[in-house]
């Protein structure tokens, strides 16, 4: 198969291979100290202005799709802890209207992981900032950083449901299916795309749109089993990740990754905490954000009807000094 990534020995960026086996006394496995900014992580591929200025020029039909749902739209959702924002508005006289949210979980819907989401069980977190540093006050690896200076990028979308349905099979979310990294490669050839240098990459699964039909009493039950549809954890992933020099990996779903672990998680060992997760290799060690519950729905069927992958996208997280994560407030212009 033509590779369809970019070949980071061309753009000057060290393959995932080579990190694993640092010997420029950088941490092992890790992005740290490559970029110029020590807390923005893979963004950095995205910032060039020539890099800013093509991915405008992908814009072909003038049409915007917001990419978030609303922020009480996953209540009841797979997690057990977030709920939803109580929204009071109020008046200092008959003039007057103002608002504010109280328990506002700042990753309960559509939203983007900070690096600070995320410590690595074996290096701890990001860049290599102290524990103790990342609590509320202090702004290291904060959000701020991608709203002070937005991600501004060509986003790709990978329509792993289409390409399932072409297959003639469904993804199995009920089920909460394993997807294996197979399926994206199958994606790429059959969308035919190639990746380029800070692309942002969209997973379109379903899941969201399917969830979100469910009875109240269905997602309770989801919620229970523990059971959520996403990309079965695997070196191999992790690698592409990290090799096509993405900007961001974002999808539908709840984690990007599937729930619970795949039997055959390679970071069991390195990532106890999260029980293999893959969450750990992405942000903590190579600072690549995820995206997770994206409303990609309307997107991909739109870009399926003109066989439009790509677009420009901005992803703007509000602007709270230290945040672990926001709302993504991402846009895509076809």
Same mark, same amino acid.
């Given at each position: ?6 070949d980071?020995h /061309?753009t ?13 006394g950088?941490?092992?496995?890790t992005s740290?100290? #490559?970029f110029?900014d020590p807390w923005?992580g893979?963004?950095s591929?995205?910032d060039?202005p020539?890099? /800013?200025?093509?991915a405008?020029?992908v ?5 915007? @799709?917001?990419l978030?749902y609303? !922020?009480?739209a996953?209540?009841?959702g797979m ?5 939803a924002?109580e929204h009071? #508005?109020?008046?200092?006289?008959? !003039?007057h209207?103002?608002?504010? %949210?109280d328990? @506002? ?6 939203? =983007? ?7 690595? *069980?074996?290096?701890g977190?990001? +860049? ?5 540093? /990342?609590r509320a ?5 904060g959000v701020q950083?991608w709203?002070?200076t937005p =991600?501004v990028?060509?986003? #790709?979308?990978?329509d792993?449901q ?5 297959q003639?099979?469904d #993804? *199995?979310h009920?089920?909460?299916e394993q997807?294996?990294?197979a399926?994206i490669e199958? !994606?790429l ?6 990746l380029r240098?800070?692309d !942002?990459?969209? %997973?379109h ?5 399917? @969830?979100l039909?469910?009875?109240a ?15 079965a954890?695997?070196?191999e992933?992790?690698d ?5 020099g993405?900007? %961001?990996? +974002? ?5 990007v990754?599937?729930l619970?672990?795949?039997n ?7 990532a ?5 997760m ?5 942000? +903590?060690?190579?600072? =690549? ?10 997107i991909a ?6 066989a439009q992958?790509?677009?420009l996208?901005? /992803?703007?997280? %509000?602007n709270?000094?230290?945040?672990t994560g926001?709302?993504?407030? +991402?846009?895509? =212009?076809?």
């Amino acid at each position: 198969m033509t590779s369809r990534h970019a070949d980071p020995h /061309v753009t000057g960026w060290p393959t995932r291979a080579e990190l694993l086996q640092r010997s420029d006394g950088g941490e092992p496995g890790t992005s740290w100290g #490559i970029f110029p900014d020590p807390w923005r992580g893979a963004p950095s591929f995205a910032d060039a202005p020539e890099n /800013v200025l093509a991915a405008t020029r992908v814009v072909r039909r003038g049409e915007a @799709f917001g990419l978030d749902y609303p !922020a009480d739209a996953f209540v009841p959702g797979m997690s057990r802890t977030r709920g939803a924002p109580e929204h009071t #508005i109020f008046a200092n006289h008959p !003039a007057h209207r103002d608002d504010y %949210l109280d328990g @506002f979980y700042l990753q309960g819907s559509s939203q =983007i992981d900070g690096l600070r989401h995320r410590r690595s *069980d074996d290096v701890g977190f990001y +860049a290599g900032v102290p524990d103790e540093r /990342v609590r509320a006050g202090t702004p290291d690896l904060g959000v701020q950083v991608w709203a002070e200076t937005p =991600i501004v990028t060509r986003g #790709i979308l990978l329509d792993l449901q289409g390409v399932r349905a072409a297959q003639g099979r469904d #993804i *199995d979310h009920p089920g909460g299916e394993q997807l294996p990294f197979a399926l994206i490669e199958q !994606a790429l050839a059959a969308q035919d795309v190639t990746l380029r240098t800070g692309d !942002a990459v969209m %997973l379109h699964t379903g899941w969201a749109e399917w @969830f979100l039909g469910l009875s109240a009493d269905g997602k309770h039950r989801q919620q229970e089993s523990r059971r959520a549809t996403g990309m079965a954890q695997s070196a191999e992933f992790v690698d592409w990740a990290w090799d096509s020099g993405v900007s %961001l990996v +974002a999808a539908d779903n709840f984690a990007v990754e599937c729930l619970p672990v795949a039997n055959s998680s390679p970071f069991t060992g390195s990532a106890p905490n999260d029980k293999g997760m893959m969450h750990q290799e992405l942000l +903590a060690k190579l600072g =690549i954000p995820l995206g997770e519950l994206w409303q990609l729905g309307p997107i991909a069927a739109r870009m399926r009807e003109h066989a439009q992958w790509e677009c420009l996208l901005t /992803v703007k997280p %509000l602007n709270v000094v230290g945040a672990t994560g926001s709302p993504a407030n +991402a846009t895509a =212009i076809l």
